[in-house]
């Protein structure tokens, strides 16, 4: 049984959700930590590092970039002025619209991308990948991907649907 009679997610269901939700901090937690550590960024700095190198041009409108990271607009206003500060992101005003600015990746923020990657992938493989087999790996894919939004990424922007 996966629900009580009060509707409550419980047993087998509710130690797994709770393993997922840990698991996440877990591995956010320490990642976080390393890239701030060797390359004085957070994972939010990262995942929109990552959103822009993806991005056609190095550029996204700064609402898209918020809502690929589901950070409120003055979240990422915030962290993009940091960003700008740092001189990995430049912000330009939209020739034909002057409510809407780009953030643009500066060829520094794709150097410093570049350096934070080799960290986070190694974080990466130490957390998480050494403690799967290739089977297993494919079984969490399949398994993970039945939850909405997650197979097809349309719900996962909010946490590096690139290379988080």
């Known amino acids: ?7 409550w997610v419980v047993g087998t269901v509710l130690d797994a959700w709770q393993r997922l939700l840990r698991a996440n901090c ?12 060797e390359h004085g960024m957070t994972i939010s700095d990262y995942d929109v590092l990552v959103s822009l190198r993806e991005a056609d041009d190095h550029s996204l ?4 970039l918020s809502r690929r990271t589901l950070l409120t607009r003055s979240g990422m206003t915030r962290l993009v002025q940091g960003l700008e500060r740092d001189g990995l992101v430049e912000r330009r005003p939209c020739v034909s619209d002057a409510r809407v600015s780009f953030a643009v990746l500066t060829p520094g923020g794709v150097d410093r991308l570049d350096a934070a990657r080799r960290t986070h992938h190694a974080g990466i493989q130490r957390m998480f990948a050494e403690h799967f087999s290739e089977d297993e790996a494919a079984t969490l894919v399949e398994l993970l991907g039945r939850i909405p939004g997650v197979a097809d990424g349309s719900e996962t922007s909010c946490c590096g649907g690139g290379e988080l």
Do not use: I, K, N, P
Not at 1 to 7: A, I, L, N
Not at 61 to 64: G, I, K, L, N, V
């Open 61 to 64: 409108r700064m609402s898209d």
């Open 1 to 7: 049984m996966t629900t009580s009679e009060q509707g």
């Open 26 to 37: 877990v591995l956010m937690r320490t990642l976080d930590h390393e890239l701030q550590t």
